[in-house]
């Protein structure tokens, strides 16, 4: 069973994405902010998939990213990132810097499981 971290700052949210991927059968975690996300990553284990929000308290998305990219043991994991306020600019550079991904805000179900899917390899068959 694949396993998706999630850090968003918004209940509102992490439930959407819980509801939008409860068809793909994975084991999800979720935090509240990117610390809280990067003790996740280091203390439970692999993850095969991180989602973040970039707008978060105490470690923003963009420092989680960076935290994740830099870490020898986390590096080569997919890092889908979610925003409701980002410019294109900062969209290019995060996907330049090796995030899978960046799924605007309000989140499109069907976008974020195809996307999720792409992520972890096409195993996920997204459901429409």
């Known amino acids: 069973m694949k396993r998706i971290l999630i ?3 918004d209940a509102s949210i992490r439930r959407l ?3 939008a991927l409860a068809p793909l059968a ?3 975690h979720f935090c509240s902010d990117g610390l809280h996300a990067m003790d996740a990553l280091r203390c439970n284990g692999a993850y095969d998939l991180l989602i973040t929000d970039v707008k978060m308290p ?3 998305g963009r420092q989680l990213v960076t935290a ?3 870490d020898a043991d986390l590096a080569g994991m997919p890092i ?3 925003s409701g306020i980002v410019s294109g600019r900062e969209v290019t550079d995060l ?3 090796g995030v899978c991904g ?9 976008a974020v499981r195809s996307d999720v899917s792409a992520c972890l390899g096409g195993i996920f068959s997204p459901a429409v």
């Open 17 to 19: 994405l819980e509801g």
């Open 7 to 9: 850090a968003d700052d």
């Open 102 to 110: 960046f799924l605007a805000k309000p989140l499109n179900l069907a």
């Open 68 to 70: 994740v990219l830099a």
């Open 80 to 82: 889908l990132v979610t």
């Open 26 to 28: 994975a084991e999800l």
């Open 58 to 60: 105490v470690m923003d």
């Open 95 to 97: 996907l330049h810097a």
